[in-house]
T-cell receptor, first 109, second 115 residues
Framework: QKEVEQDPGPLSVPEGAIVSLNCTYS??????FMWYRQYSRKGPELLMY????GNKEDGRFTAQVDKSSKYISLFIRDSQPSDSATYLC?????????FGTGTRLTVIP | DSGVTQTPKHLITATGQRVTLRCSPR?????VYWYQQSLDQGLQFLIQ???????AKGNILERFSAQQFPDLHSELNLSSLELGDSALYFC??????????????FGEGSWLTVV
C-alpha cells in the first residue's frame, strides 16, 4: 500500500466553481501534510501545509485533515483558469516526501 | 523562482548513452533530493544527499548514480539509457536532513527524452 493515494482525475470545472481535491494516507503516525501545485512541465511549488487535524485557510484555498479517516482535502473557492494545474498531496517520511500521483485540474473560462 | 537551479532544461539522447544532470541547491540548503516524474508513475523519490553524504535511497536504478560535491551542488548520472528512462528529473533542496514540513523546494526540472 502506498503511503499516500490520490485520485488522478482529470477534473474539469467551470470558472467560479468550488473544487475539492482529495487524498488518503496509510500511516496514522503521519502528522504533516502538504499540497503542492505543479504547472505543466514546471517544478512543484508548495501551496499549503497543515499539521494534524483541522482546517487551514489561505485566501481561496482551504486544506483539511481528518485523521480519524486518514483523509486530506484541498478546497479551492471561486476557481480561476489560472488554477489549472496538477495538485499533489504529500507527507514527510524520515528522509523525503511521499507524494500522491497528482490530480490534474482544468478550470474552464 | 524557488532558488534551485537545474541544467540542462531539456536533452535528447539515444538508448545506451550516458547523461549527467546538474543541480545547484538554494543558498544555505545542505540537503539535495532527486525525484523522477514520468506520466504514469508520478513523483518517485530517487536519492537524497546531505552535506556531501548519501542519506537515503529510494527507487533508484543501479544504472543511476548521484553525488554531492563540497560546494553542495549535485549531479545525477544516468547510464545505459533505455526508452523508459524518459522523464522529468527534479532536484529539490532543503536546509535540514529530514523531509521536513514545508521546507523542500523544487527546481524546474530536466526533461530527458531517450530515443
Amino acid at each position: 500500500q502506498k503511503e499516500v493515494e490520490q485520485d488522478p482525475g482529470p477534473l474539469s470545472v467551470p470558472e467560479g466553481a468550488i473544487v475539492s481535491l482529495n487524498c488518503t494516507y496509510s500511516n496514522s503516525a503521519f502528522q504533516y501534510f502538504m499540497w503542492y501545485r505543479q504547472y505543466s512541465r514546471k517544478g512543484p511549488e508548495l501551496l499549503m501545509y497543515t499539521y494534524s487535524s483541522g482546517n487551514k485557510e489561505d485566501g481561496r484555498f482551504t486544506a483539511q485533515v481528518d485523521k480519524s479517516s486518514k483523509y486530506i482535502s484541498l478546497f479551492i473557492r471561486d476557481s480561476q483558469p489560472s488554477d489549472s494545474a496538477t495538485y499533489l498531496c504529500a507527507t514527510p517520511g524520515a528522509n523525503n516526501l511521499f507524494f500522491g500521483t497528482g490530480t490534474r485540474l482544468t478550470v474552464i473560462p | 523562482d524557488s532558488g534551485v537551479t537545474q541544467t540542462p532544461k531539456h536533452l535528447i539522447t539515444a538508448t545506451g548513452q550516458r547523461v549527467t544532470l546538474r543541480c545547484s541547491p538554494r543558498s544555505g540548503d545542505l540537503s539535495v533530493y532527486w525525484y523522477q516524474q514520468s506520466l504514469d508513475q508520478g513523483l518517485q523519490f530517487l536519492i537524497q544527499y546531505y552535506n556531501g553524504e548519501e542519506r537515503a535511497k529510494g527507487n533508484i536504478l543501479e544504472r543511476f548514480s548521484a553525488q554531492q560535491f563540497p560546494d553542495l551542488h549535485s549531479e545525477l548520472n544516468l547510464s545505459s539509457l533505455e526508452l523508459g528512462d524518459s522523464a522529468l528529473y527534479f532536484c529539490a533542496s532543503s536546509p535540514s536532513p529530514t523531509g521536513d514540513r514545508n521546507t523542500i523546494y523544487f527546481g524546474e526540472g530536466s526533461w530527458l527524452t531517450v530515443v
